[in-house]
């Protein structure tokens, strides 16, 4: 039976939209104005950006007081990621646990992961990965192979992971693994642990991209000990977890946003004496932009209510990656006397950073999949 989507219509509330000016001072005090911004969220870490971030208090906004959040709302959180991204700020270092780690571990894991983790999360000293994809199985998950074998206070973790980002650079990576051997029901057997990513037996590779930079890498396990407080929550509530994760993953702005900064430059080329072709050209991406952002607060207001929209989340990254990707060809494509450097360098990078939008999160194939099932059209 078919069954329809739901975005109503929401307002980020007055709380939320006060923020913005705060976030915005921040970033115009922090951030070196002659530096390039960066033209995909995914391409610029800095580890001394994150730390004043989570100094000035951005870092886990919504978590409780009691492990040092600041006990804001998502939405106030939305706002400040939306200025974050538009900035271009290099936020590779704490992004994966701001947005999805310490969420995790709110959710689903030990009282002694919290304490533990949390405060280091929000201070800016811990960093984390995400280890879902594998060599082999693509955006299926549940096909995984990592898998661990129970030993006296632990497990032995063997396998790989890729598309790792920042898995150089970090400390920990949430790590899915098999823990039983696969059955009828593909998604169960399935477990997540914090893996140490400087741990004995942990390789890391780097994966040279386009841009040539190693921003992603695949990681190695060989017989590596997690001890069994390193499980997330319950030993066999993996697949849970993940789609849970994947509920905040796929419906921020960080999913139409990634080409912002293109859209900013073109603006500042044209302004002055722009032709018909150029302003209509702005104004096509400045309407799909407006679209997708009203589909995304939507989403954030239901996330926000303790709703978890994986069907809209899932339309959202597919509508706003096809997006992204569409933002520098057109631009591109575009006319324009004598472009500057600076609108030059960033279309290039982006341009080169453009076909992992596609793919990062579940490829559009998995996505449109994900949809079909959530309309109950299979």
Known sequence: MFQG????????????????GEIRQFLADTLDPNELPNSDFNAGDN????????????????????????GKSFLERYVVTEEILAAGAPVGCHWIADR???????????????????????SGDYFFSIGMSEPDTGSDLASIRTSATKVDGGWLLNGSKIWTSYAHTNHFMVTLVRTEPPSENRHAGMSQFVVDLHAEGVKVTGIRNLSNEEDFNQVFFDDVFIPDNMVVGEPGNGWEQVISELGYERSGPERFLSAFRVIVEYAREIEGNPTDEQLALLGRLA??????????????????????????AALIKDLGNTYERMVPELVRLASIEKPSRRFIDTLNECVLHAPSFTLRGGTREILKGVIARGLGLR
């Open 5 to 20: 989507l739901t975005f109503e219509p929401f307002s980020l509330p007055e709380e939320a939209e006060a923020i913005r």
């Open 100 to 122: 999805q780690s310490g969420p995790l571990m709110l959710k689903f894991g030990t009282e002694e992961q919290r304490q533990h983790f949390l405060p280091k999360i929000i």
């Open 287 to 312: 309407a799909h932009l407006v679209t997708l952002r009203r589909m995304s607060i939507s989403v954030a207001g239901m996330l926000e209510g303790g709703k978890l929209p994986i069907t809209e």
């Open 47 to 70: 580890a001394a950006f994150s730390k004043k971030l989570g100094e000035a208090g951005f870092l886990g906004m919504t978590w409780p007081e009691e492990y040092g959040g600041g």
